[in-house]
């Protein structure tokens, strides 16, 4: 009985990391929010953020988890940002060093500005554990659109953060 019980277990875990691994998130199309965030990381989040907010589809971003070395003006420079939409629309947050931690900080700046809509943009292969993370935080009335960046996770990646979601979703609501 404890043997079928077990291969009835891997079995399922098998079948999820392979629909993990095969249907990642895609992009989501430009409908406009309040606002979008971008937890730092991987290539493309920053530059799809800034995008959203250029083509007046959000009014303001926040990059949560900036190392706090960086100063607004390398931060300009880096991403080819304009003085102007740096004084009126991204806030760089510099108090999450994880993706909790980006949840945490996303929901206080969420609350400080009365967001009601909120894009989040993230990499393909670290959406779903952010958007669980951050729709736990996050208060009932805030919509969430989840606007997922193509990289090319390799397969270890993948292995890592599908046990890291696994956590999240299980084991993640006993410390919140």
Known sequence: MIWRFGLFALL?????FVW??????????????????????????????????????ADTLLVTGVDPEVKPGEFAAEFKVSDEIMECCVTLGFA???TRGNAEETREWVEAHG?????????????????????????????LIKDAVRNEPSLWMLFVEYHKWLV?????????
Do not use: Y
């Open 115 to 143: 967001i009601k809509s909120l894009r989040l943009v993230t990499s393909d292969w670290h959406m779903r554990r952010a958007a669980v993370e951050l729709r736990r935080e996050l208060p009932d009335d805030v919509k």
């Open 96 to 98: 999450a060093t994880d």
């Open 12 to 16: 399922v875990w098998i079948l999820g």
């Open 168 to 176: 999240s979703l299980t084991v993640g609501p006993l410390f919140s």
């Open 20 to 57: 993990f691994a095969g249907w990642l998130p895609g992009p989501a199309p430009m409908e406009r929010t309040d606002a979008v965030i971008v937890p730092t990381g991987s290539a493309g989040r920053i530059a799809r953020g800034l995008d959203v907010v250029r083509t007046d589809s």
